[in-house]
């Protein structure tokens, strides 16, 4: 805000006796507030400049009184540009079990200590920091007062630190062996703000995905504030559908990949009428369509696979695929 006068030499400072000041910025660039300080004081305002632009703007005066009208007086003003400044908020990360600071941050203005003079405080209290940039250990609201040496024109700016961390999580595959499984992420700690993604490029805010191709998915959740993301991993597993054992190189063995030694599978294999024709204990091993020797005709056949969840529990699935010649 600025102040400005005219005639205060005269009538005890309040201008010439008997006018009236009338006062006006002609410019569309203009967007502050013209004030008069006191009610009977028209010779003296101040002028909000808020957001007006740097440049040169002309105040107008019109001064009447009994004697004389249409009396003005210009006053050239210049408006110097202020400091730019604009901190953004940062977060302070902390360990997501016992809450303690891993590592403090920088807030930078990023302006020159040469031509600038700061002072810096924390939730209204005045630190000792007098440079461009501090570095900060605790979360508050951080305000800055800039001053250019050169023009004397101050601003000011401010940064809320607050703290977030990693998460804690675990994933579980729903639906094992079907088309379609569901990778679920349960957070179990932290006070991030997390998004989670199965290939580390497509992030979302959901932590669950339904996918339908097997194999081990990464599963990466990251902290929207900035600190440390970490890294899972869910496998899906599905079986063939069906298998061509003609001895050309693809299709010839009807197996189970991606099976964990972790599983413990045992896998049998049954014709229609449930009588077994293969048990399979080996992960990697296979059925290669024969029945002591020889070659079974296409039909569809059965199987049984026992296994023990990741929690520990065991679990069995019951489903059938075609062989085909």
Request: aromatic letters at 12%; charged letters at 20%.
């Amino acid at each position: 805000m600025s102040n400005y006068g005219v005639d205060r030499s005269e009538n005890l400072g309040l201008g010439t006796s008997g006018s009236v000041y009338n006062w006006i910025i002609k410019d569309s660039r203009f967007v502050g507030k013209i004030l008069k300080p006191y009610n009977d004081r028209t010779n003296e305002i101040s002028i909000e400049w808020k957001d007006t632009p740097p440049g040169d703007y002309l105040l107008e005066v019109n001064e009447k009184n009994d004697y004389c009208t249409g009396l003005s007086q210009i006053l050239l003003i210049k408006i110097l540009p202020l400091p730019f400044v604009n901190l953004p908020d940062q977060y302070l990360c902390v360990d997501p079990v016992t809450n303690q600071l891993l590592n403090p941050i920088l807030i930078d203005t990023k302006l020159s200590n040469e031509l600038y003079k700061f002072k810096w405080k924390c939730d209204g209290v005045t630190l000792p920091d007098i440079d461009s940039g501090i570095i900060v250990s605790k979360i508050g609201t951080y305000t800055v007062e800039i001053t250019d040496q050169l023009t004397g024109c101050v601003t000011n700016d401010s940064s809320v630190v607050g703290k977030s961390s990693s998460a804690i999580a675990s994933v579980k595959v729903n639906s094992i062996f079907f088309d379609i499984q569901d990778i679920i992420i349960s957070v179990t700690n932290g006070i991030g703000n997390y998004e989670f993604s199965i290939d580390g490029i497509n992030f979302q805010d959901d932590p669950s995905f339904s996918v339908s191709k097997s194999g081990i998915y990464q599963v990466v959740i990251r902290d929207k504030n900035g600190c440390n993301q970490i890294f899972l991993t869910a496998n899906v597993i599905k079986y063939p559908k069906f298998f061509t054992p003609n001895e050309d190189g693809f299709n010839d063995v009807w197996k189970i990949d991606d099976l964990l030694p972790s599983m413990n599978p045992k896998i049998s294999i049954f014709d229609r009428y449930g009588k077994l024709l293969k048990k399979i204990n080996t992960i990697g091993e296979g059925w290669d369509g024969k029945y002591n020797g020889i070659d079974l005709f296409s039909d569809d056949y059965w199987f049984l696979i026992e296994y023990i969840n990741t929690d520990g529990s065991p679990a069995v699935f019951r489903s059938h695929f075609s062989l085909k010649r």
